[in-house]
């Protein structure tokens, strides 16, 4: 399965590698850095890089190349999907996932690549078990480390392993028992020039952080569970229970994990909750272009539209900007083109809108790309897909735990065609 | 003196103590100390000259900080080989981190410095017998990663060793260091294929997916080990880990294809108009049957397709892909549709996964666009999209494409031909080209769009356009002579040389369809002919002869012209061609022969290039897999193999161990059950056969779609005999989900029962027990349907709770049956229901007599004692309100009158459901009511059982894995005896005990009073008073708190 991983880091140094099998020279990486070197975006490196002796399947998170080197045929995904493991659990036990952190911790991350993975199979990637195996690194522990030499590998031997609910951490203990689930919507959109929806879709997840001393035992269930007709869980929730009752019923891990993801479909009705109206003019010969779009709530049921964000990448004829945005602030950058207005909150009575002239290079013709807008936005206390939880019981504990819910809503991918 | 021994011994005893010893040390000064010290905190200033001496430092924070910077040094690729002595001395340290980290180390060098490793391997084999599961485990698995031929013969005892481990997850350990020592000797392969063969039989979620791993790497061609384990591990595959899933799915995968015919055949290969044809109509056409009489799929083809269903809902995108490539291969063509909403949710992940789940859906596309043409919007481009995503979109978009959405489809390639990105647009061109002779309504259309594409400014895409239109005039060269004249006239603004080769064959191609431009293009090429490209040279030679040949007056000096340059240039081919053509053409006196035909060979009608997908022949390799991903073939890469055309022995599956058919037979019926839920399985059958078999019973098949699942049907039977029977006998080991599945299908249940087989007498064991035949079928039935009736409120909520963890798990179920027996112990403890204070002079206790509950067999039975400490009678004392969500209670009869200072005792019967929540209700007499609740303990659920210490160990068998509950403690001293144990365990559940064998193993059985479920109980007396205690229940909640209680009383004095 998988050989050996390299880290790395964006002016292509290896700065980490971690063999489980015999040591594969590192020198394989050079048909890695060949590839990188003829892509011209650093996300356009393709993900299996055929070479003589190995394949090479990587990925690229916190502009960071995890590169696994492969020795035969293992399905890729298998790969994939494992070394995105390896970053959340960074992420998860540092905080962030930044070549400096990793170097800081290196002996950590040696501990952590060393239990996630048996002569290259997956062993144990369950955040809950690796915690109980190598403690995660916080600054008050390092001080005790260092005075009293003591470590930050548990003494105890993980039982988790072999527990009948691997995922769940055994003795935890809280004084205050708190579960908290945020159900977060992530809307796609593509949005053409007259304003009609082309896709619109919603990416829904349920993320919980449970902090329930012993082994609670919980059901969730929804007002509308008819929604989620295209979900995918955590291995905790009881699948047929689900199927018959459509109740989610589960045992939870300990801390933080995402319950299930869900995904509304296009084919359903998706309402569109903020509209662009926009006049982008480019005068064939003159050196001035008109530029003037105005943002407005729509469908939000009631809820403010908070933290907007416009950005677009305007065409390359274009020199300069000269905008005034009625709220909020707006850059341009002339090198990249890149233009990015921050709105802020969206008030329905007085519409945001951003007006002005581009001054664009003399001479140059009238410019046939197509620019695109996308919107960063929030919606605070509601979920797009209408989704409600309907109430979270728990058994198998006798304390009354807190249990908290909250809704939110983003902008995934959205975008909106200009014409010209 | 006293206090060093103590500290002496603590620190031999235990690991655990270490670090406070450590930290003693730490505090007596030694003058290397501070130095060392100092190294901590400046690690990168340092040279490593130190890390020696450190090493061998006797302490262990020392040699702990040394490990760490070699980790870093190890990490960042830098050799750290010779401090390999220095650093192989620690490995016995009791330090746990040190402990790994050496681990790390000698993993990483053994293999150069063989001789100094061997020091290490006593170590170790002295771990492997350690009393710890876990330090066995990581013992096995350093010494296996140790790669030094000289240890084969170690490595081979333990695994061997190892894999008749009692924990499974030595077990796993022991199948992983399989695949290591394969890969260090592979002599070893057939001793290896014998533990493999040994490891596939068990029956533990954690060994299995390593296992067959295993059997992966090692011998993949022996198919004949998987038989026997083949349907275990269709059940078993819901509770493998997820990566162990994945190799499962794969193996099944290739297993299918030796072992099923092909349930394609009626469907016809690959046709795709009666493919989408299929698709669309209705689901029912499942139902009709028409294609299932001349094709019978085998049930066990059937079972596999069914246990992995559910995986597509995995969060693990490995797994889902696993499934969808499962279905494409095995599943018959109408059913493969349930992967693709999957696979198109899997698009919003990361870039990667996107990447490799779009190559798949790219090949299937091309097969079958019914699947994800409803999908259509989930390909379109965003301009965010990596280069290498936007391709795989654009080509399933063109894949996707028919007369239908052709205009839309259309429509947002327009946009795509505008992106910034020029690459992409170009590839969009070439997409517009494929659909234009794809479908011909649209080709003049396209065709018109792409001459529009000629005036633009980008280059690239004008000549990517030059090129698409050529390959499409090709098709109907007739109409179009004014495109070609079009393109002639922009040949001087185009500089790309495939463009403008491309301009110069269609000019040659059609020079009679334009007369009057091709000489002049000629006489332009002359001139700068010494300047082109490679391919625009070969290309314009090209034309020079054919106009030679249509047009030999206008353009022959031209010609003898540029065949002249042609002669000279420094390109061989060219050189070549020329030569050639001049023999071809100019007539002289040794070329006669051929001279003749070099009209009709230069032009002959040429067929036009069919455009298609990279993706055509993709599906040559397994979907999902690596080689399917680069398009060749991978080392490692096993064949899937066509269907046989007749299907080898079916038997061979069977498992006949102890109980040949029923073993098997009922877990096939109730696992299908379990695993898939009711409605996927609606969508299988629709509503036909699935109601319709349960109500027909005991296997008369239903002519139709049961062929298919005649097994089923008659297992269904089968388990339907035994759950009558056991229902009936009350000691049952039926269990919850049965009990579920009873309730929700009472109707049929009672044809059942009326059914009953003879054989059902036989089982009964005891003649009580027959005594209350009837009494256990009604209180069934009134249970179920309470059940039923309360669905709503929470009690059956956590009922269900219960039991649905553990539905999944259900194993297979034999007929031995244990006998309840009587209680081996009655506790003594009554528990305060009703003080005197606040019931106004009535106080009530109540005690659990443990004495099975007569009104019905699932109640618990509760004593309460009642006391009147008023000085006058109390009348009329009774149960009143149970609350909303009572559980189910037989109340006592109300007692008229209780004299002061009198006391009467009445029981009760109590249905908990298996669970620990109380039992509210109100205790109420003439004048007053209160309110009280009864709180069983865990243990007071059970009834005690009685059987053979053969039987516990098949029901401890049957329950593994999720089902198994274990801790060790450390017992106190009074309790390592067998009398004090059985006392202990008794006061806590009523169990009963079961006649052990060995002296330090004492074993426990019980039922729920519920459900019946198995309470399986092993205490494991280790040696220095530590004990592992092992629960065994399909009970998965009241498993872990029986285990709470049970560590409480064995630790307490």
């Known amino acids: 399965m998988i050989h050996s991983l390299f880290l790395v880091n964006s002016s292509g140094d290896i700065f980490l590698e971690k063999h489980w099998k015999s040591v594969v020279s590192r020198s394989v990486c050079d048909y890695f850095f060949e590839a990188q070197e003829r892509a011209s975006e650093p996300e356009n490196v393709p993900p299996v890089i055929p070479t003589p002796h190995h394949y090479l399947i990587s990925v690229l998170r916190h502009r960071i190349y995890f590169v696994a080197v492969i020795q035969s045929e293992v399905p890729p995904l298998f790969v994939i999907e494992f070394l995105h493991r390896v970053v959340d659990t960074f992420q998860d036990y540092f905080g962030v996932c930044t070549e400096a952190a990793i170097k800081d911790n290196v002996v950590v991350v040696y501990e952590l690549l060393e239990e996630m993975l048996d002569n290259g199979f997956p062993l144990a990637t369950e955040s809950n078990i690796l915690k109980e195996l190598i403690k995660p690194p916080t600054i008050l522990r390092t001080v005790v480390n260092t005075i009293t030499g003591s470590t930050n590998v548990g003494e105890q031997l993980p039982t988790g392993q072999l527990s009948v609910v691997p995922w769940r951490r055994t003795g935890v203990k809280y004084t205050n028992n708190e579960a908290y689930f945020d159900v977060v919507e992530e809307i796609d959109a593509i949005i053409d020039k007259s304003g009609s929806t082309i896709t619109a879709e919603i990416q829904g997840v349920i993320d919980a952080c449970v902090k329930l001393t012993g082994m609670p035992d919980l059901t969730l269930s929804f007002m509308n569970p008819r929604l989620l007709d295209d979900v995918s869980f955590h291995p905790c929730v009881r699948f047929k229970r689900w199927e018959a009752e459509r109740i989610l019923s589960f045992i939870p891990p300990d801390g933080n994990f995402r319950l299930l993801s869900y995904h509304v479909s296009s084919q359903n009705l998706v309402a569109i909750p903020v509209y662009v109206k926009h006049n982008i003019t480019f005068r064939e010969g003159s050196s001035q272009g008109r530029f003037e779009l105005t943002l407005g709530p729509k469908q939000t049921m009631g809820k403010g539209v908070e933290a907007v964000l416009v950005s677009s990448q305007l065409p390359r004829g274009v020199l300069n900007t000269n905008l005034n945005p009625t709220q909020g602030t707006y850059t341009f950058d002339p090198v990249t083109k890149l233009l990015s207005w921050d709105v802020g909150k969206i008030n329905p009575q007085k519409l945001p809108s951003l007006k002005g002239s581009m001054s664009l290079q003399a001479g140059a013709s009238k410019p046939d790309e197509n620019p695109t807008i996308n919107i960063q936005f929030k919606i605070q206390q509601s979920a797009l897909s209408g989704l409600k939880v309907n109430r979270l019981d728990m058994y198998g504990e006798k304390y009354k735990p807190f249990k908290g819910i909250k809704y939110m809503t983003k902008a995934g991918k959205f975008q909106a065609l200009l014409s010209n | ?1053």
Not at chain 2, 720 to 735: F, G, I, L, M
Not at chain 2, 920 to 929: P, R, W, Y
Request: some cysteine.
């Open chain 2, 1 to 1053: 003196m006293l206090s060093m021994s103590t500290n002496n011994l603590s620190y031999n005893d235990q690991g655990g103590s270490d670090s406070a010893v450590e930290v003693g040390q730490e505090t007596t000064p030694t003058s290397s100390n501070a130095g060392a010290g100092f190294g901590l905190f400046s690690t990168n200033f340092k040279k490593n000259d130190d890390l020696k001496e450190m090493l061998e430092s006797n302490k262990d924070s020392l040699k702990l900080d040394a490990m760490k910077r070699i980790i870093a040094l190890i990490a960042t690729g830098k050799n750290a080989s010779e401090l390999f002595p220095a650093v192989v001395k620690n490995v016995a340290s009791k330090n746990i981190e040190l402990k790994k980290l050496v681990y790390v180390y000698l993993v990483r060098y053994a293999e150069e410095q063989q001789d100094l490793a061997l020091l290490s391997i006593s170590t170790f084999q002295r771990a492997l017998k350690d009393p710890n599961q876990l330090i066995r485990a990581s013992a096995l698995r350093v010494l296996s990663s140790i790669r030094v031929p000289i240890i084969v013969p170690i490595m081979m005892l333990a695994i061997k060793e190892a894999a008749s481990d009692m924990s499974p997850y030595v077990r796993k350990t022991s199948a992983h260091a399989i695949q290591k020592l394969y890969s260090l000797d592979p002599d070893q392969k057939e001793h290896l294929i014998e533990v493999i063969d040994k490891l596939l039989k068990d029956k533990s979620t954690l060994v299995a997916g390593s296992v067959v791993m295993a059997f992966e790497e090692v011998c993949p061609d022996r198919i004949d080990l998987i038989h026997k384990n083949y349907r275990k591990l269709c059940n078993l595959l819901v509770d493998v880990e997820e990566w162990g899933q994945v190799v499962i799915i794969t193996m099944l995968t290739r297993y299918a294809r030796t072992q099923f015919t092909s349930p394609w055949k009626e469907d016809g290969l690959f046709d795709e108009n009666s493919e989408t044809a299929f698709y669309e109509s209705d689901e029912k056409k499942t139902k009709n049957g028409d294609e299932k009489k001349s094709y019978m799929m085998d049930p066990d083809h059937r079972l596999l397709l069914r246990n992995t269903k559910p995986l597509l809902q995995s969060r693990n995108t490995a797994v889902v892909v696993s499934v969808a490539q499962l279905y494409w291969h095995l599943a018959p063509k109408h059913e493969v549709g349930v992967i693709t909403k999957s696979l198109v949710r899997l698009l919003r992940s990361h870039r990667e996964v996107q990447y490799v789940v779009l190559q798949n859906i790219a090949t299937m596309s091309i097969q079958r666009k019914g699947m994800f043409e409803p999908y259509m919007k989930s390909f379109y481009v965003r301009s965010t999209d990596a280069t290498h995503i936007k391709s795989l979109k654009l080509e399933i978009l063109t894949s996707l494409a028919n007369e239908a959405n052709i205009s839309t489809i259309l429509r947002e390639f327009q946009t795509y031909v505008k992106s910034q990105d020029k690459q992409f647009a170009a590839g969009t061109i070439q997409a517009i080209g494929r659909c234009a002779t794809n479908i011909s309504e649209v080709t003049d259309t396209c065709l018109q769009g792409l001459v529009l594409l000629l005036s633009n400014r980008d280059e690239t895409v004008v000549a990517e356009s030059v090129v698409v239109i050529k390959k499409l005039l090709q098709t109907q060269p007739t109409q179009h002579s004014d495109i070609i004249k079009h393109m002639a006239k922009l040949f001087d603004n185009i500089a790309v040389p495939m463009a403008r080769a491309s301009i110069l064959w269609l000019m040659g191609e059609y020079c009679e369809r334009v007369p009057q431009i091709a000489p002049d293009v000629l006489r332009k090429m002359a001139k700068s002919f010494t300047s082109e490209e490679d391919i625009v040279k070969l290309q314009t030679v090209n034309l020079a002869a054919k106009l030679y040949l249509t047009n030999s007056k206008q353009t022959k000096l031209l010609t003898q012209y540029i065949l002249n340059l042609g002669k000279y240039d420094q390109n061989y081919d060219i050189r070549d061609r020329t030569r050639f053509i001049r023999q071809l053409i100019v007539p002289n006196e040794k070329s006669g022969a051929l001279g003749k035909y070099a009209r009709r060979i230069l032009l002959a009608p040429k067929p036009a290039p069919v455009l298609e997908s990279t993706y055509k022949d993709r599906d040559r390799y397994q979907l999902g897999t690596l080689s399917h991903t680069i398009n060749t073939k991978a080392s490692g890469y096993l064949e899937l193999s066509d269907w046989p055309a007749v299907a080898p022995d079916q038997s061979v599956r069977n498992v006949e161990v102890i109980e040949p058919v029923k073993e098997w037979a009922p877990s096939l019926g109730k696992t299908g059950k379990s695993k898939l839920s009711k409605s996927s399985d609606d969508k299988f059958y629709s509503d036909s056969g699935e109601e319709e078999e349960k109500e027909k019973g005991s296997g008369s098949s239903s002519s139709d779609d049961s062929s298919s699942r005649s097994e089923e049907s008659s297992s269904e039977a089968e388990s339907d005999e035994e759950k009558s029977s056991s229902q009936s006998s009350e000691e049952s080991d039926k269990s919850s989900s049965q009990s579920e599945k009873s309730s929700s299908e009472s109707d049929s249940e009672q044809k059942k029962t009326t059914k009953k087989p003879p054989q059902k007498k036989t089982v009964k064991p005891t003649a009580k027990d027959s005594d209350s035949d009837e009494n256990g079928n009604v209180a069934k039935e009134t249970s179920s349907s309470s059940a039923e009736e309360t669905s709503s409120g929470s009690e059956s909520g956590s009922d269900a709770d219960s039991h649905s963890g553990t539905e999944c798990k259900k194993k297979t179920k034999s007929k031995a049956k244990p006998k309840v027996s009587g209680p081996a112990f009655v506790p003594e403890k009554r528990h305060d229901l009703l003080h005197r204070m606040t019931g106004k002079g009535l106080s009530a206790q109540y005690q659990f007599p443990r004495q099975p509950c007569l009104y019905q067999p699932t109640m618990v039975s509760v004593q309460i004692s009642l006391t009147n400490t008023t000085d006058h009678p109390l009348e009329q004392i009774h149960i009143g309100d149970r609350g909303p969500t009572g559980l189910d209670m037989h109340c006592f009869n109300t007692v008229e009158c209780l004299l002061p200072e009198a006391s009467v005792t009445v029981s009760l019967g109590v249905d908990f459901n298996d669970s620990t929540q109380a039992a509210n209700f109100q205790l109420c007499t003439k004048e007053d009511q209160f309110s009280v609740s009864i709180q069983p303990a865990v243990g007071e659920l059970f009834l005690p059982a009685t059987m053979t210490e053969q039987d516990f160990r098949k029901e401890q068998g049957k329950l593994l894995g999720m089902n198994e509950s274990s801790a060790t403690i450390t017992m106190a001293a009074e309790n390592t005896t067998r009398q004090p144990i059985s006392r202990q365990v008794a006061t806590v559940a009523n169990l009963g005990v079961v006649p052990s064998g060995q002296d330090n193993i004492h074993r426990f059985a019980g039922k729920t009073a519920s459900s019946g479920a198995v309470v399986l109980v092993t205490v494991e007396l280790r040696e220095s008073s530590a004990a592992l205690i092992t629960i065994n229940t399909e009970k998965s909640v009241m498993g872990p708190m029986l285990l709470r209680d049970l560590k409480r009383a064995l630790t307490r004095a």
